[in-house]
C-alpha cells in the first residue's frame, strides 16, 4: 500500500469513528444556566415529591434539582446530563450533600434514557427540545407520572397548571402536566342499578369528548383518574386495565355508583 493510500485509509477510519462518537454524544440541545435554587424546590413541590419518588432530571446541569430532591424530598433522583463535566460537578455535590446514593448521574443523551420506573420528570430545555421529546414522554412515562417544566411548555399538549414563581431576578413559569391514561374507544357504562349505555371516547392528550347515549361528553384525564360531563351528570372514576369505577352525580341526587367496561 502506498503511503498515500494508507493516509487515505487513515483518514476515513477517523471520520467514521468521530462520526460514530458523535452520534453516541451529541453535543447539547440546550446550554447550561443553572435553575435558581428556590425555583428548583418549588417545581418539585408543584410535583408533590415525597420520599416514594424516584425524580428524573432530563439535562441536569450541575444536579441541584436532583440533589434537591434526594435531600429536601427524601426521593431518589436520576439526572441525565450530556456534559461529563456536569456530570462530575453533581456527582462531587451529591457526596457533599450526603446524598450520594439516592442521586444517579447518568452522562447520557436524554433523547435515549430508558425512563421505566421514573414517577415525576423535570425539564429546564427550551419549547423545540420540550417538543421533540413529547413523544418519549408520553410512550415510555407511566400514566399518572408528574411532569414539570421550567418556562417553557409543551405547545399543544396544555398544561393541567401553570404556577407563576418569583426568582431572585424575575418571574419563572413552571408547567405541570400529570402522563394521562388512555381513555380513547367505547365502553359500556352504568350508573347506579341503569340500564348499560354505551359510551365513546375520543382522547387528546388529557382532553375528552364523545358521546354517552345520545348525550355529548367532554372530559379529562388526570393519569388514570377520569372525569366526564354529560347531560347533566358529572362522572368521576379511576380507570384499571378495562374497567372504570367510580360515582355519578347530578345536581340535588344522591351519588350512584358508575361503571365501564371497555368495550373496544
Ligand atoms: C438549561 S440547563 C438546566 C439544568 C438543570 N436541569 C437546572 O434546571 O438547573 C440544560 C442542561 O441540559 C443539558 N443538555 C442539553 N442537551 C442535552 C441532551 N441531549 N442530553 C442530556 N443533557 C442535555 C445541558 O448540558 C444543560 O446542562
Known amino acids: 500500500m502506498t503511503r498515500r493510500l494508507a493516509g487515505l485509509t487513515l483518514a ?10 458523535r452520534e453516541r454524544f451529541p453535543g447539547p440541545d440546550v446550554l447550561f444556566v443553572a435553575t435558581p435554587e428556590a425555583v428548583s424546590l418549588q417545581m418539585l413541590k408543584v410535583a408533590a415529591v415525597t420520599a ?77 427540545v420540550n417538543l421533540k421529546l413529547r413523544p418519549k414522554l ?48 367505547t365502553w359500556q357504562s352504568r350508573v347506579g342499578e341503569g340500564a348499560a349505555a354505551p359510551l365513546a371516547l375520543t382522547q387528546r392528550f388529557q382532553m375528552l369528548t364523545g358521546s354517552l347515549g345520545a348525550d355529548a361528553v367532554r ?12 347531560g347533566g351528570l358529572t362522572l368521576r372514576g379511576v380507570m384499571r386495565d378495562d374497567i372504570i369505577e367510580g360515582e355519578a352525580t347530578a345536581a340535588g341526587a344522591p351519588a350512584l355508583r358508575w361503571t365501564a367496561r371497555r368495550a373496544s
Request: charged letters at 30%; hydrophobic letters at 45%; one cysteine or more.
Open 12 to 21: 476515513v477510519a477517523l471520520l467514521a469513528a468521530c462520526t460514530a462518537l
Open 52 to 128: 416514594e419518588d424516584l425524580v428524573f432530571d432530563l439535562g441536569s446541569g450541575d444536579g441541584r434539582v436532583v440533589i434537591a430532591a434526594a435531600r429536601d424530598f427524601g426521593a431518589r433522583g436520576v439526572g441525565v446530563e450530556i456534559d461529563p463535566k456536569l456530570v462530575s460537578v453533581s456527582r462531587d455535590a451529591a457526596r457533599a450533600a450526603g446524598v450520594e446514593s439516592r442521586a444517579k448521574f447518568l452522562w447520557q443523551d436524554l433523547f435515549v434514557t430508558d425512563l421505566t420506573g421514573a414517577t415525576v420528570v423535570t425539564l429546564y430545555l427550551r419549547d423545540d
Open 138 to 185: 408520553l410512550r415510555e412515562l407511566a400514566p399518572g407520572t408528574r411532569v414539570v417544566s421550567h418556562d417553557f411548555d409543551m405547545d399543544d399538549w396544555e398544561p393541567d397548571r401553570v404556577e407563576r414563581v418569583r426568582g431572585p431576578v424575575r418571574e419563572h413559569r413552571l408547567y405541570f402536566w400529570v402522563i394521562p391514561a388512555g381513555a380513547a374507544g
Open 219 to 230: 372530559g379529562r384525564l388526570s393519569g388514570r383518574r377520569i372525569e366526564l360531563a354529560a
